[in-house]
């Protein structure tokens, strides 16, 4: 069968997964800490253990696939708030967020103190410090572009910075709560705190309207040319194999 089914077929397959990234990157342009998710394409080596691969696996080693996505970490417009336990991270650093699952990352810094008198995310899960859970004081609170957070002049804590290595796999969990491999986070030196500021998401939405009419296209396109190989195929199977004696 012609190779150019399987480069249709896995052209087809790309372009869907892409549209459900751009789809995303859209709908969470106006999450606050977002970090938009660029697609990854890599070539297919399929029965590469063998020295005999079958004509289809040659077919698809010569066609690249979608293999997953990569955070575009790149920094979003920081906005102010006034509200003094709205927090921005300038810089390439990550709060780190204590959850069921184990520490997770986030680039939202919209805080509220619990019940409990600890310092959560919207989501209610502990905002870790250098020495843990942060207890939060009343009265108002001070902020430092360190991360030390203080009332009346007593210091409560200081926020934990986090970064990571150029390369390491960072995952988003839905929202923006992200994951990383363990023991792969190192202090940020290079982040600052802005104390009643937020950060913005990092999509832009007219490149993203752009991709996502582009991937449509693109999608449709492989769509009609599969239709064409099928009609093709059809015809053989009805009018050219009884032929054959």
Do not use: W
Request: charged share 15%.
């Amino acid at each position: 069968m012609d190779s150019g089914y399987y480069a249709l077929s896995t052209a087809l397959l790309a372009r869907t997964q892409a549209l459900d990234t751009i789809a995303n990157n859209l709908a969470n342009q106006s999450t606050v800490g977002y970090r938009a998710e660029r697609n990854v394409f890599s070539s297919v080596l399929a029965d590469s253990g063998t020295a005999l691969a079958s004509d289809m696996n040659r077919a698809i080693n010569n066609y690249g696939v979608l293999s997953g996505t990569l955070l575009d970490l790149s920094q979003g417009v920081l906005q102010k708030t006034g509200n003094d336990l709205d927090l921005a991270v300038q810089g390439s650093g990550f709060f780190v967020v204590q959850t069921a699952n184990g520490p997770r990352y986030t680039r939202n810094g919209s805080l509220q103190v619990s019940s409990k008198g600890l310092l959560v995310t919207s989501a209610g899960d502990p905002v870790m410090g250098d020495k843990g859970a942060i207890a939060m004081m009343p009265g108002p609170v001070s902020i430092g572009t360190d991360g030390t957070i203080s009332s009346n002049g007593a210091v409560m804590g200081k926020l934990q910075l986090v970064d990571f290595p150029a390369g390491t796999s960072i995952k988003c969990e839905g929202g923006t709560y992200y994951s990383a491999p363990p023991e792969s986070a190192i202090a940020a030196t290079g982040s600052t705190v802005q104390q009643g500021e937020l950060e913005s998401s990092n999509v832009n939405p007219v490149s993203g309207m752009v991709d996502l009419i582009s991937a449509q296209r693109s999608a449709e396109m492989m769509e009609h040319a599969l239709s064409m190989f099928n009609s093709e195929i059809d015809k053989t199977a009805t009018q050219d194999l009884p032929k054959i004696s």
